[in-house]
């Protein structure tokens, strides 16, 4: 989810504390435990500082070992831990078990996007992403603020919330049920769909599809169930080529091969140098594909300079490209 998604959750985990006997009756515990929670629901997104690097650092690294399994118990253990520190009179098992629960929450809640989480490591490397819920879902956000609203005016923020999550868990099983659906009329329209990789967006009804076959890739939109082809690609396997090859050992190109797992290629001559570019065809916006991989090599195969990230026009590319130069 999104910073201030995870912000307002942060929050509504404190309000919920408030139906914990313990914390109910010990206003500095009760304080405290906002403060953790608060932190809590922040704390794995730390790697956000990555993109102070490089994207290719961000793109390997981002909800990687800071939503692992061995994150999700140390991240309480520091906050509960700093926190105890300055206010030694709160109750520390309360104050670390709901900031457990909202570190936990904020890893779990990721896994449900479509650019997942490596939540499992060190058991597994293997990106767990559900795809059916928009890093940003605008009712998510929403009843959260809400909630936080009508805390405000006097409601008891416990049963409020407690009422708030239990909707929750009925629009996240709507979402699988609707996520079902696009699926079965994608097979129904593409027979030989070997993968249908989804990706919710921020209108309730509307899907991105990204469909591979023995032959080809399809990208799709889905709309009230309605699933609509827009563009087709012949799979082509990659070549074997010296160009390719040393392109490959760019650290741009590397980090987007290891989060994409369907994308074109293209390997041009241009001028003096050679350009090697990927495409994801996952996000496809207005007739444009913005998650891109570009190298330039020299014609002793030198890489020249590279690129990976979110572009949404070529003059942009262009930029970025000349500015690394």
């Known amino acids: 989810m999104d910073t201030g998604t995870h912000f307002v959750m942060g929050i509504a985990l404190g309000g919920l504390a408030t139906l914990d006997p313990v914390i109910a009756q010990e206003p500095i515990t009760a304080s405290a435990v906002i403060a953790g929670t608060i932190l809590g629901s922040q704390a794995p997104d730390i790697d956000t500082v990555l993109k102070l690097r490089n994207n290719a650092v961000y793109i390997r690294n981002h909800r990687g070992i800071t939503h692992s399994i061995p994150a999700v118990l140390l991240w309480p253990l520091i906050i509960s831990g700093a926190l105890f520190a300055i206010i030694p009179e709160a109750n520390y098992l309360h104050l670390w078990l709901w900031t457990f629960l909202a570190v936990f929450l904020h890893v779990f809640v990721d896994i449900f ?3 997942g989480t490596q ?3 060190p058991i597994s ?7 059916v819920i928009n890093t940003f879902d605008p009712f998510i956000f929403g009843i959260h603020v809400a909630g936080l ?3 405000g005016y006097g409601f008891p923020p416990g049963y409020l919330f407690l009422v708030i999550y239990g909707i929750l868990v009925i629009y996240y099983v709507s979402r ?6 696009i699926k079965r009329a994608v097979k129904q329209q593409i027979p030989g769909a070997r993968k249908i ?5 921020m209108r309730f009804h509307r899907w991105k599809i990204a469909v591979i076959t ?6 799709a939109r889905a709309d009230n169930g309605y699933v609509t082809i827009l563009d ?3 799979r082509v396997p990659l070549p074997e080529s010296e160009i390719l090859e040393a392109a490959k050992k760019d650290i741009n190109l590397a980090a987007f091969l290891s989060f994409s797992p369907v994308y074109r290629f293209e390997i041009e001559q241009i001028k003096e140098y050679y350009e090697v570019r990927f495409i994801d065809l996952r996000y496809r916006s207005n007739g444009y594909y913005p998650f891109v991989a570009v190298v330039h090599l020299d014609s002793d195969l030198n890489i020249l300079n590279s690129y990976t990230g979110w572009i949404f026009s070529e003059a942009k590319l262009q930029k970025k490209l000349n500015i690394i130069l």
């Open 232 to 234: 087709t690609f012949d």
């Open 197 to 201: 990789l989804l990706s919710p967006t």
């Open 149 to 151: 609203i009508l805390w």
């Open 125 to 131: 490397s293997k990106w767990v992403a559900l795809g």
């Open 176 to 181: 699988f049920r609707e996520q079902a659906f």
């Open 113 to 115: 996007n479509a650019y």
């Open 214 to 219: 023995e032959k080809n890739y399809y990208v």
């Open 119 to 121: 939540a499992l490591r």
